[in-house]
């Protein structure tokens, strides 16, 4: 495959954070949209694979597939424009502000959300034939990752906390790695290739992904999960947005940025 070396692909990494703070409202949200629902559909189809196998492996295999199209495709997630947006603003591009930077953080969260939300509402229709029967296995398997991923951490207070951001910051590591991922070749195969090693690891680690949360857990209270709304906010959402923004931004922005922008003089002999 074409491979830029990574001068080339953190320049690139840095052009995109730039164009994605001075799209528009409307292309931001319709992409943000997209990726929400791309990702939802995959999410859907790695627990249904994990069901159908009985391991969950081998959804993890397979997830990634989502993430490749919808990358493909030119749409965002919230926690791709976590790592590159910023790199804007240190890069001093002109215009670029914070305000700018927040306003596309908050039009990907509202499009991803509403992309998820619609896959979760139509799925819920085809788990129980149109809310006439209980939840098929996928329906009930959802609902328990719901209630494990919320009141599961509730459990251990301040401990479950912890463990919640740290997953939401080792996530978007690998997620972002993805990000950067369709950056550092030009050819089809080589981005999916790219892309795909660092999204199975998250998948198959049970990594915190806030947009792929988006669909799980609205689809889990509509299958019957034993949690409510704050619950899902509070012991899920909220640690897992700010995890990913600390992860994607500090183990794969700044250090990509610093060490082949910015870099250091060469050390004299």
């Known amino acids: 495959m074409a491979y830029l070396v990574p001068s080339e692909f953190v320049t690139k990494m840095v ?3 730039e164009s994605k703070i001075y799209m528009s409202t409307r292309d931001t949200l319709i992409r943000a949209y997209m990726a929400g629902a791309i990702l939802a559909l995959a999410a ?15 959804g993890a295999i397979l997830f990634p597939v989502g993430f490749s199209m919808l990358y493909l495709m030119g749409f965002d997630l919230l926690t791709g424009v976590f790592v590159l947006t910023p790199l804007a603003l240190i890069d001093k591009r002109p215009g670029v502000t914070i305000g700018g930077i927040l306003r596309n953080w908050g039009l990907v969260f509202t499009g991803n959300f509403l992309g998820a939300l619609t896959v979760a509402l139509m799925m819920a229709v085809i788990f129980t034939y149109g809310f006439s029967v209980e939840p098929n296995a996928v329906g009930q398997k959802i ?12 459990e251990y207070g301040a401990a479950g906390m912890l463990t919640l951001f740290i997953r939401g910051m080792l996530c978007n590591w690998m997620v972002s790695m993805g990000v950067v991922g369709a950056m550092i070749s030009t050819t ?13 690891l998250f998948f198959a680690m049970a990594f915190e992904h806030s947009v792929v949360n988006m669909f799980l857990f609205p ?19 909220i640690p897992t947005v700010i995890g990913n923004l600390v992860g994607g ?3 794969t922005g ?10 250091a003089p060469k050390r004299s002999l």
Not at 52 to 58: A, C, F, I, K, N
Not at 189 to 199: D, F, H, L, T
Not at 254 to 263: A, F, M, P, R, W
């Open 254 to 263: 700044l250090t990509l940025y610093s060490t082949h922008i910015k870099t």
């Open 44 to 58: 859907v189809f790695a627990v249904t694979v994990a069901v159908q196998t009985g391991s969950p492996l081998v």
């Open 15 to 17: 052009d995109a954070g």
């Open 219 to 237: 689809s889990a209270m509509l299958m019957g999960g034993d949690f409510s709304v704050m619950d899902y906010l509070i012991w899920n959402e």
């Open 143 to 154: 609902a328990g990752i719901g209630t494990a991923r919320t009141l599961g951490y509730a």
């Open 188 to 200: 089809v195969s080589g981005k999916v290739i790219a892309m795909w090693m660092p999204i199975m």
């Open 249 to 251: 931004l500090a183990f």
